[in-house]
């Protein structure tokens, strides 16, 4: 039985006004369905459901309404949106679509919301630390924040975390609890990875096997935090997968399963062919799914340098604002425009408007092939980051 | 014959009640414009739900389906309240921002097309008369 405090019982009467109302009930009632005996406080939400393509005109009428009275009580931040809010139209996204997409960022913004639009807010301004409870939306920042960080979240849609911003708390249970954050299948890794596309596609392997079972990994030598991003989007995008453990890399706080299962290079190798359509004709190159850290764009920036993007391709590399901010200050932006290719913030291939603009995405990430296949209908190659760029100029 | 279960979002209805025994998925499977079902092979097929005691096992899908229960709402096309076997997040969200009367654990098979039937979701009961 869920019991609520007398603040949380004013909010669930309306004496906070309807949207609070509205999102207490959304908390409530999913706290009853999961058996959560309580309410706890969230230190921050990031909210998924953003870009106009996914949301449509009904959604956008929902945050409408909610914006009315809404307010964000702990720091908000947004996942991406379908376009750049400043340069879609050099990116070939219509005027209409950019003006519902701005309806929908402005709903955001009169409620509070930091209006972000990254996957990867742990990298500019929202990074909760270990055991800190938070709601989290988007797949890939959730297994992120649960697995790397060992803060404690939720697999949220995008009402409930909307909800949860505007009351400041979620109900405890699922990955908030200790007993549900233990590692149920062992997967030994006995191959070398390289790459983020290495890492994305054993993201692919895990969670095509393990389902929704918290895997335990061993195996893993060394992981670049883009190596880490780029696994949880998979893991969580081919499985049900909210959290994972890597042994030496994430924190020590599950007991090791003893059920054992082994993923070589040719499991690796599978993956790959899976995501690689041999009839693809590649004229779309997008690097940053999850959203590209200033690392990775300062080494991008330094390929593309005086080289020029191929006629017939186009590229964009995704990010989010303040890193493309800082991508500007430091030259980065000047290179990659220079050659050809986007710098595009606020967006990512997974979420714009682009079915019908392509026919084959090369990409160094294994979610955003799931989702030009599926969403988009391209075909698809999986590569390096080096890669991806040598196809994309002269 | 009254069936016992749980509410999930309050309200007291009476209607038609269109039943399967498949699961559903709004985002996709029904036009937020029509109430039509429009998953391929789907049991409901080109049936509307709007107006309906719509009773299936539970939903599927994208978590997007949330939006279209609210979509149907502000279109007059949603169902008149909702009866699951077992609710999911999704549904269960979509009926609470729709305002949609429901209840889940529900034994529906005990329930037909056709069949007038009322749903009294604040003390999660579903009852026939006939």
Redesign the interface.
Known sequence: MLELKPEEKAMLEGRQGKATR?AM??IT??GE?YGAKRLIPVSSVQI??VSYD??????L??LSDMAVDGKARVLTTLNPAGMDLEEWQKHGINADFARNQQRVIDAFAKMGVMTTCTCTPYLVGNLPHFGEHVAWAESSAVCFANSVIGARTNRE????ALAASLTGVTAEYGLHLDENRVAEVKYDVRTRLKTTDDFGLLGQVIGERTKQAIPYITGISHATTEDLMSFSASVATYGGVAMFHMEDITPRTTTVPEKVQIITQEDLSNARRALDDKDAVIDFISIGCPHASIDEISHIANMLDGKRVKKGKTVWITTARPTKDLAVRMGYYDKIEKAGAFLVSDACCAVAPLKGRFTGLMTDSAKACFYARGKNKFKTEIRTIDECIREAVV | MKLQGRK??RGKVAGEALVTTQDISFYGGCD?QTGQIVEKGHELEGKSVAGKVLVFPTGKGS??G???L??LR?NGKAPLAIVNKI?D??V??GC??SEIPAVDQVQIDRLHSGQKVEVDADHGAVSTSG
């Open positions: 509205k009930e959304i009632l999913l369905i998924a459901g996914n949301l449509g005109e009904p959604g009428e929902f849609g995008g009402p409930s | 999930v979002f937020p978590t997007v949330s939006y279209i609210y979509a502000k609710v997040p999704v269960a969200v609470i921002i």
